[in-house]
């Protein structure tokens, strides 16, 4: 069976665990007795693993490695995490995986250490034959609920609007305010969960709030890479920097993310919630995704009024609907 193949199959079972032989068998071009026969020997290596019989059988893969370990703040060094806990488990992977791993697991320690104000940390990580998760939870004031205080914020749902920006820190003379903006980006998957609110960053590199029914005490981050990621740490830096340069100096602002639920964007105060730090890059890409449209007061505000005291921040709209542009187009000819 080639990696290819291999490959193949097990993104099938995670992408549905049911009729695994019949779609592989027509994905391939061969029989089912074939296909049934390849996930049988990936059974065999213990890479997967089925339940039920004839058509009702599904598959899903083996997890095979599980660690939890849980440390005490008090005098911990994020090294130290990465070193006992996470690095054995990936010793065989690739360089690059390993580095993303390795920035990410200590940053995200880092911070829980310097800004959780919790007592310990319980670190987990769970690799199968596709996926590396790690999960990183502290028992402290929770992120959002730290970020709404510090900046003095109406509602903690603009904590996770601060955060897509990045630079964002409430240390400042100790932390730079981009370990979770670049550890969201090379991440297949990131999440932020505290209290009843839910940041995350997919796969798909669209970055989402849920808001949950449950209150949760602390902070969970779930970070999720391919085991085979061809991607780099620098690739991602280097996304962000401006051309010569090699300073975070660019971002990327889902515009979404200012619009609550029930809400649409038209107040000025609104728009003064979204450029709140802007100045800080030299360009700004504002992801108009998932934002029908805009009032006027709003448009103006952004790309008139912001653009005017701070000509040095390039804004760069992407993603309008016709109405978003319509009023984008209208603010600009004033």
Do not use: C
């Not at 027509?26 to 019989?53: F, M, N, P, Y």
């Not at 990327?252 to 619009?259: H, K, M, Y």
């Not at 005291?309 to 319509?326: F, R």
């Amino acid at each position: 069976m080639t990696p290819k193949l291999r490959h193949s199959i097990l993104v099938a079972i995670v992408q549905d665990s049911r009729n695994v032989a019949a779609r592989i068998a027509k994905q391939q071009g061969v029989s089912r007795q074939s296909a049934s026969a390849w996930l049988a020997k990936l059974k065999d290596e213990g890479l997967i693993a089925a339940t039920g019989v004839g058509r009702g059988v599904s598959y899903h893969l083996v997890r095979q490695n599980q660690i939890h370990q849980s440390y005490a703040l008090a005098g911990l060094h994020e090294d130290r995490v990465w070193r006992e806990t996470i690095a054995p488990a990936l010793r065989d992977l690739s360089e690059n995986v390993r580095d993303i791993w390795h920035y990410a697991v200590t940053e995200m320690v880092n911070n829980a250490i310097d800004h959780s104000g919790s007592a310990m940390i319980i670190v987990e990580l769970l690799r199968d034959a596709m996926n590396t998760t790690v999960y990183i939870a502290d028992e402290g004031e929770g992120i959002f609920l730290k970020i709404q205080r510090a900046l003095n914020l109406y509602d903690p749902r603009e904590a996770i609007l601060e955060l897509a920006k990045g630079k964002l820190t409430t240390d400042p003379d100790n932390h730079t305010g981009e370990g979770i903006f670049f550890s969201s980006k090379v991440m297949d998957a990131y999440d932020i969960r505290s209290g009843n609110l839910h940041f995350m960053h997919d796969e798909w590199g669209e970055d989402i709030l849920l808001e949950r029914s449950a209150t949760a005490p602390g902070t969970l981050v779930l970070m999720r890479l391919a085991n085979d990621s061809t991607r780099t740490l620098q690739e991602v830096f280097n996304a962000f920097a401006a051309p010569e340069e090699y300073t975070f100096a660019k971002t990327i602002v889902p515009v979404r993310l200012a619009q609550h639920e029930g809400e649409k964007l038209v107040s000025r105060s609104q728009a003064k919630r979204l450029t709140q730090r802007f100045e800080r890059f030299q360009t700004v890409v504002l992801d108009f995704d998932g934002v029908a449209e805009i009032g006027q007061a709003f448009a103006d505000e952004v790309f008139r009024v912001f653009q005017q005291a701070h000509p040095a921040t390039e804004l760069v709209p992407i993603h309008m609907t016709p109405a978003v542009e319509k009023m984008f187009k209208r603010v600009m000819v004033h």
